[in-house]
């Protein structure tokens, strides 16, 4: 979706680095932000919804950041590892209430051992 | 739990055939959606049914009818395909309230080739 981009098409990091992911929104005002994980030839599955309020989230080795002002989402995976390798799809509540989500484009990470 | 099912997996079909694609959860959902997914497009929504009994346009709708059969099951109906509709169609459901706020599940999509 082009009101949303995702920081680039893919990313190439070493197993038990950081990777970090992008997701910048313009000219809006979402009150969430869902982050979803998707492996080839599967449905994206859910992993982290951050509320506007929240600043921060954490799930085990992943932490995402929302940040209203510079209307930005950041996910992290610390120590990363090659079961991490997946595309990752962020979907802003672009505009607010009783609508549908809107998806990013994605960013396919791949983990190298 | 199957979550939420899509059948069939596969299918191909000549232009201007028609086809149903057939959605079933078993989460007791109110909310349900229908994407179809392109390389270099990302997750574009088709059409979606906030609760049994309703039905909005999405981004894309043009094409395709839906019917919400029942609160289980949302289907996706191409009543004259065209190649441009060659697409890997996913189904989601969410819970009641806003939707915006409750996590999307997913089935894991037709593959559908049209010649």
């Known amino acids: 979706s082009q009101k949303i981009e995702q920081n680039s098409e893919a990313l190439n990091i070493q197993e038990g680095k950081t990777a970090t992911l992008t997701c910048n929104y313009t000219?809006?005002?979402?009150?969430?932000l869902q982050w979803y994980r998707q492996d080839p030839g599967r449905g994206p599955v859910f992993l982290l919804l951050?509320?506007?309020?929240?600043k921060e989230k954490r799930k085990e080795r992943l932490k995402v950041t929302f940040d209203t002002t510079l209307k930005q989402s950041l996910f992290h995976i610390t120590a990363s590892q090659p079961a991490d390798s997946a595309t990752y799809l962020c979907a802003p509540d672009l505009y607010s209430g009783n609508t549908p989500l809107v998806f990013g484009k994605g960013t396919r990470l791949s983990v190298i051992a | 739990n199957a979550g939420v099912t899509q059948t069939p997996k596969f299918q191909v079909l000549k232009t201007g055939q028609s086809m149903t694609l057939q959605c079933a959860q078993d989460m007791n959902h109110n909310s349900m959606y229908w994407y179809r997914q392109d390389p270099g497009m990302g997750l574009r929504l088709i059409y979606y049914?906030?609760?049994?009994?309703?039905?909005d346009k999405g981004e894309v709708p043009n094409g395709y009818n839906v019917s919400r059969l029942n609160k289980r099951e949302f289907s996706l109906r191409l009543e004259s395909a065209a190649p441009s509709q060659t697409s890997v169609y996913f189904c989601?459901?969410?819970?009641?309230?806003?939707?915006?706020?409750?996590?999307?599940?997913f089935g894991d999509g037709t593959r559908l080739s049209i010649l």
């Open positions: 989601a459901s969410s819970a009641s309230g806003t939707p915006s706020n409750q996590p999307q599940h």
């Open positions: 000219n809006y005002s979402p009150a969430y």
């Open positions: 049914s906030a609760s049994e009994g309703t039905t």
């Open positions: 951050i509320r506007e309020n929240e």
